[in-house]
């Protein structure tokens, strides 16, 4: 009989939501808890009866019965605790980004070669709802060769924790530059970025950030010529919390909503010749399937959009993060990280999202703020394979 995975989550804010899926997922046995506020744990422990916790992520290190550890620590720390994790021996699942810097990034990478143990970044994004349908489109030659591709992020981070406030935006721009790189099936070759706006000056004493806003424009490695252009806003910026991505292409379009529930938006070309005169196009709101089906039945309510389990019982201390308290929890996709974690290490292969995709993924925000910093300058992205 197969063994149980036992999995320890560390960071209980938004890592609170993982919680109940891995309670749920057929394949875990102990679910256990570590968080820096008692309240927070003792909240786990009476709404899920989780009778394992720990102090420090020490302890969690410390505790041979953990095999896994699913990470959702500060964006500061995510790399030198994802190679402790692997340097004790323990699986690790990391939110994102991977890393601030590029050194943390090769860093994560040799822990994960020299520990053989599976990392993956959990970047939500590439298992929303709207990004699978977009994939499968994709897949089916709908959009036909791609001739654009932009990605999004905007939020305002003003009041959340320390570590965030006068963060590079960039740095946290994989929501927007992931989707983007996984359709089309490539990496970021080089990038061009621009910072804009101003600062207040108690927001650039952290990180020596002057930019509210950033944008960038990356070359890809791909066959043709394709570019993709990002947005990224963290401070004093006027627009609702949006993570988008958009998929030109020569027969159609995907364009995300700007708005929280929202449809995405499809527009068709006709095909030339089809008719007399200049082409005509089509557009309409579409509504995007659950792709609950691709998972276990434990766990595969969790993608719904209103999940009573996650919004009743998961709390960061300030009211409940956004995607938990709106349902469906970033596009429906939790569940199918956690699945896609556990499911690698049960079946002894590389997680989807492995050290060398988060790299990809990562570490072209890293160098377009390099770039904002050099007014713009090219910055080439490295190659990890």
């Known amino acids: 009989m197969q063994k149980k995975i036992n999995v320890a989550v560390v960071g209980l804010g938004f ?14 046995g102990r679910v256990s808890v570590c968080d820096a506020d008692p309240a927070r744990v003792a909240k786990m ?7 394992h916790v720990h102090a ?15 990470l959702n620590s500060g964006i500061p720390d995510h790399a030198a605790q994802s190679v402790a994790i692997l340097d004790a021996g323990k699986h690790c699942a990391c939110t994102v980004p991977m890393a601030t810097t590029l050194d943390g990034i090769r860093a994560v990478i040799a822990a994960t070669r020299r520990s ?9 994004q590439v298992y929303a709802r709207e990004f699978l349908h977009a994939q499968e489109l994709h897949g089916q030659g709908f959009f036909g060769p791609l001739q654009l591709l932009r990605g999004a992020h905007y939020q305002d981070m003003e009041g959340w924790p320390a570590y965030w406030q006068g963060l590079p935006p960039m740095w946290y721009a994989t929501h927007a530059i992931s989707p983007c790189l996984a359709l089309a099936g490539v990496r970021a070759r080089s990038v061009r970025c621009f910072g804009s706006g101003v ?52 027969d159609a379009t995907l364009e995300a909503a700007q708005v929280h529930h929202e449809a995405p938006v499809l527009f068709k070309l006709a095909r030339l010749g089809a008719q007399p005169g200049p082409r005509a196009s089509t557009v309409e709101r579409i509504t995007v399937p659950d792709f609950a089906h691709r998972l276990p039945r434990e766990i595969a309510h969790f993608t719904g959009m209103k999940n009573t389990e996650h919004e009743e019982k998961t709390d960061d201390g300030r009211g409940g993060h956004f995607s938990v308290k709106h349902g469906g929890v970033h596009g429906g996709s939790h569940p199918h990280l956690v699945h896609e974690f556990i499911r690698s290490i049960v079946e002894g292969r590389k997680p989807a999202i492995d050290e060398i995709k988060g790299a990809d993924w990562t570490a072209p925000g890293i160098c377009a703020h390099e770039s904002a910093l050099r007014n713009g300058a090219p910055v080439d992205i490295p190659d990890f394979r």
């Open 15 to 28: 890592g609170g939501a993982f919680v109940p899926i891995h309670l749920r997922h057929p394949d875990v």
């Open 45 to 51: 422990q009476t709404q899920f009866g989780i009778a």
């Open 56 to 70: 420090t992520l020490a302890d969690v290190l410390a505790d041979p019965a953990v095999d896994a550890v699913h």
């Open 116 to 124: 053989g143990k599976n990392y993956m970044m959990m970047e939500t």
């Open 199 to 250: 600062m207040r000056e108690e927001f650039r004493k952290k990180y020596g950030n002057p930019f509210p806003a950033e944008t960038a424009i990356f070359a890809l490695d791909a066959p043709t010529p394709l570019v993709l252009e990002v947005t990224r806003t963290l401070f004093h910026f006027a627009h609702g919390y949006c993570e988008s991505f958009n998929v030109y292409g020569e």
